[in-house]
């Protein structure tokens, strides 16, 4: 039965010094930055994801193993098995259902533990996930409940809402951006421009209404990403 050593075997197989000197830099891992003591062995996505594929049917126990594990691949190999069992899951059938139970809570655990502790790892999971909340009374609430976490639970209440987003609600993205207005940390700012700009792929009036309304509130770079496809002249 294959185990996460295994996997973290194939990922020092493809280990290359010299990108992971450059990932360290490009993922701030020095003192006092966000991904602070985080190492790298040096691999693109594409080759992480083509192992994660080749073990997506790793036992949970051993997913954990991964996704807390030393290294930022393994913790992204991890992750990607998880949302690959995740999408794999029948929401159809109560098993199905259970199933992506059981893998959501395994990612929130990871998350608030700090195992999910880099943007790219947040940004691979909770969008694909978010499918869990579309049926919650009060998914503006729970998200809020989540964003009075850490750093990345913070950036992850935002990015959850991209599956409502593609049911055609856009009132999760534009509350929890509203929430936001204030926040200090860029890499929130970066990520709820991103939902916004696809709110505007869904309904560009509703985006244009929000900005308008909430503009001179908000900070630069979350108005800069939300009116990227947006026509000149709209705001």
Same mark, same amino acid.
Request: avoid cysteine; charge should be neutral; aromatic fraction near 10%.
């Given at each position: 039965?294959?185990?996460?050593?295994?996997?973290?075997?194939?990922?020092?197989?493809?280990?290359?010094?010299?990108?992971?000197?450059?990932?360290?830099?490009?993922?701030?891992?020095?003192?006092?930055?966000?991904?602070?003591?985080?190492?790298?062995?040096?691999?693109?996505?594409?080759?992480?994801?083509?192992?994660?594929?080749?073990?997506?049917?790793?036992?949970?126990?051993?997913?954990?193993?991964?996704?807390?594990?030393?290294?930022?691949?393994?913790? #992204?190999?991890?992750?990607?098995?998880?949302?690959?069992?995740?999408?794999?899951?029948?929401?159809?059938?109560?098993?199905?259902?259970?199933?992506?139970?059981?893998?959501?809570?395994?990612?929130?655990?990871?998350?608030?533990?700090? #195992?999910?502790?880099?943007?790219?790892?947040?940004?691979?999971?909770?969008?694909?996930?978010?499918?869990?909340?579309?049926?919650?009374?009060?998914?503006?609430?729970?998200?809020?409940?989540?964003?009075?976490?850490?750093?990345?639970?913070?950036?992850?209440?935002?990015?959850?809402?991209?599956?409502?987003?593609?049911?055609?609600?856009?009132?999760?993205?534009?509350?929890?951006?509203?929430?936001?207005?204030?926040?200090?940390?860029?890499?929130?700012?970066?990520?709820?421009?991103?939902?916004?700009?696809?709110?505007?792929?869904?309904?560009?009036?509703?985006?244009?209404?929000?900005?308008?309304?909430?503009?001179?509130?908000?900070?630069?770079?979350?108005?800069?990403?939300?009116?990227?496809?947006?026509?000149?002249?709209?705001?």
């Amino acid at each position: 039965m294959a185990s996460a050593k295994d996997v973290t075997k194939e990922l020092n197989d493809l280990a290359n010094p010299e990108l992971a000197a450059f990932q360290q830099g490009f993922f701030k891992t020095g003192k006092g930055e966000y991904g602070e003591g985080d190492l790298f062995l040096g691999l693109k996505v594409p080759q992480v994801r083509e192992i994660a594929k080749k073990y997506k049917t790793l036992d949970l126990a051993q997913i954990d193993v991964l996704a807390r594990g030393k290294y930022h691949e393994e913790r #992204f190999a991890g992750l990607a098995i998880l949302v690959l069992q995740f999408k794999a899951a029948n929401a159809d059938t109560k098993q199905g259902l259970e199933q992506r139970e059981v893998l959501f809570r395994k990612f929130l655990e990871l998350l608030g533990e700090g #195992f999910v502790n880099n943007w790219d790892l947040v940004d691979s999971t909770a969008p694909y996930l978010g499918v869990h909340l579309l049926d919650l009374e009060d998914p503006v609430g729970y998200l809020k409940n989540l964003a009075k976490g850490n750093l990345w639970e913070q950036r992850a209440a935002v990015m959850l809402t991209w599956a409502f987003i593609r049911e055609g609600n856009l009132e999760p993205t534009f509350a929890m951006a509203e929430h936001y207005l204030s926040h200090p940390h860029d890499l929130i700012h970066k990520a709820t421009g991103w939902m916004l700009r696809e709110s505007g792929k869904r309904d560009q009036r509703a985006l244009v209404d929000f900005l308008n309304q909430h503009k001179d509130q908000m900070p630069r770079v979350m108005f800069r990403y939300a009116i990227e496809r947006l026509p000149k002249g709209l705001v």
